[in-house]
């Protein structure tokens, strides 16, 4: 049996994500090896998307928000940037199950993703950062899966405000979505949405971040998308205006 098909069956038997965790448990790779970002050209867009931000004085001012931290490093990144930028009111939120993907299931099945894929643990998580000297006093992480913590008082008790820039790295179909209905009252003026995933799913516009993104557009005919930036061959980035 090939890997794929092992794990899929593992997957299908629901051994999958304990199995992983206890794998992550008896072996745990140092730091140094671990603390990198799962796609580096997300990086150069997160860049693009904070330099966008800057330059623009006129804006309001806004948070980064990332849907999907894993490790934690474009997060700790985003910031690096920002303090160079001078973006001081910038804050940063990292939403994450810190236990993988969710239960994939429906429309999110048959491409690579498995449930508890990408699981690294929020103990794990705030030792990368705070390794690094994230300056906690800005940065904010959200534990829990998306349709338990995306919710209005969310945005209330963290006194949210406009989304600047928001980094969607969450994989599938399901997650994405819960995460743009929950974001659309902080769209701005302007919103850089990066969508790290978008040529997933055999580039698929049925299907993950595309289909979930194309939904979005169409509930909301007061917001307007630009294309604006490519991100490796897996991702893209639009601006998003309010007609
Ligand atoms: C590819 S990783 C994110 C990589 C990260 N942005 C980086 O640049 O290193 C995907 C992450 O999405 C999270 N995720 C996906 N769907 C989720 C959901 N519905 N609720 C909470 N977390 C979710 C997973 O836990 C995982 O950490």
């Not at 299908?12 to 671990?34: D, N």
């Not at 990086?43 to 006129?58: G, H, K, T």
């Not at 289909?211 to 909301?220: G, M, P, S, T, V």
Request: hydrophobic share 40%; with cysteine; net charge negative.
């Amino acid at each position: 049996m090939s890997r794929e098909a092992t794990l899929a069956t593992l997957d299908r038997l629901g051994l999958l994500a304990p199995l992983r965790r206890i794998k992550h448990r008896l072996f745990p790779c140092p730091p140094e090896r671990t603390f990198r970002p799962c796609t580096p050209h997300l990086l150069i867009a997160v860049n693009r998307a904070l330099r966008y931000v800057a330059d623009d004085r006129s804006a309001e001012p806004g948070d980064y928000l990332e849907f999907g931290i894993f490790r934690g490093f474009t997060l700790w990144y985003a910031q690096a940037l920002a303090r160079d930028m001078d973006l001081r009111g910038m804050r940063f939120f990292g939403f994450d199950s810190f236990q993988g993907l969710p239960e994939v299931g429906g429309i999110d099945l048959g491409a690579e993703f498995s449930t508890g894929q990408y699981s690294a643990g929020r103990q794990e998580v705030e030792g990368n950062l705070a390794a690094l000297d994230v300056d906690w006093t800005r940065t904010v992480l959200v534990e829990g899966f998306f349709d338990k913590t995306l919710h209005a008082d969310q945005r209330r008790d963290h006194a949210l405000r406009t989304c600047a820039v928001a980094v969607i790295d969450c994989d599938l179909y399901e997650s994405t979505k819960q995460v743009l209905a929950w974001l659309y009252p902080l769209i701005g003026a302007k919103t850089v949405l990066l969508f790290d995933d978008w040529h997933n799913f055999g580039d698929d516009p049925a299907k993950g971040e595309q289909r979930a993104f194309h939904e979005f557009l169409d509930a909301h005919p007061d917001l307007a998308a630009t294309e604006f930036t490519a991100i490796g061959t897996h991702g893209k980035g639009f601006v998003v205006a309010r007609n």
